[in-house]
């Protein structure tokens, strides 16, 4: 059984840095942060692959940077200049065995919520203007 657990959550303002960490016990090739507002779905913030290939929601390109260090049993986001629609509960999130997806004829990673299938506890970020 995997376990994974966020830290690194808080509160900061608009335009500010935060760093969120995932602690996890066994290693995934496949791993992501999703975030969630409450009384909306679960959405992909970032994903990294097998590959070391990365994956950003439209939302944060630019912003936010995925990175892990297996060594350490850490998986990271790092986020920058923050806008308050960042604010939500964090989740770290992995595949028990990479699901890849055929899209627009080359095969990615699934990033839907339903193809993952360990979850942290969730760690709050609220940015205020």
């Known amino acids: 059984q995997v376990q994974l657990m966020e830290s690194g959550g808080g509160s900061a303002q608009a335009g500010g840095s935060l760093r969120l960490s995932c602690a996890y016990t066994?290693?995934?090739?496949?791993m992501a942060w999703f975030r969630q507002i409450p009384g909306t779905e679960r959405e992909v913030v970032a994903a990294?692959?097998?590959?070391?290939?990365?994956y950003y929601g439209d939302s944060v390109k630019g912003r936010f940077t995925i990175s892990r260090d297996n060594a350490k049993g850490r998986l990271y986001l790092q986020m920058n200049s923050l806008k308050p629609e960042d604010t939500g509960t964090y989740y770290c999130?992995?595949?028990?065995?990479?699901?890849?997806?055929?899209?627009?004829?080359?095969?990615?990673?699934?990033?839907?919520?339903?193809?993952?299938?360990?979850w942290g506890q969730g760690t709050q970020v609220t940015i205020s203007s």
């Open positions: 066994n290693r995934q090739s496949c």
């Open positions: 999130a992995a595949q028990r065995a990479c699901v890849w997806r055929l899209i627009g004829g080359q095969f990615q990673l699934g990033l839907s919520p339903s193809d993952f299938d360990y």
């Open positions: 990294i692959d097998t590959e070391t290939r990365e």
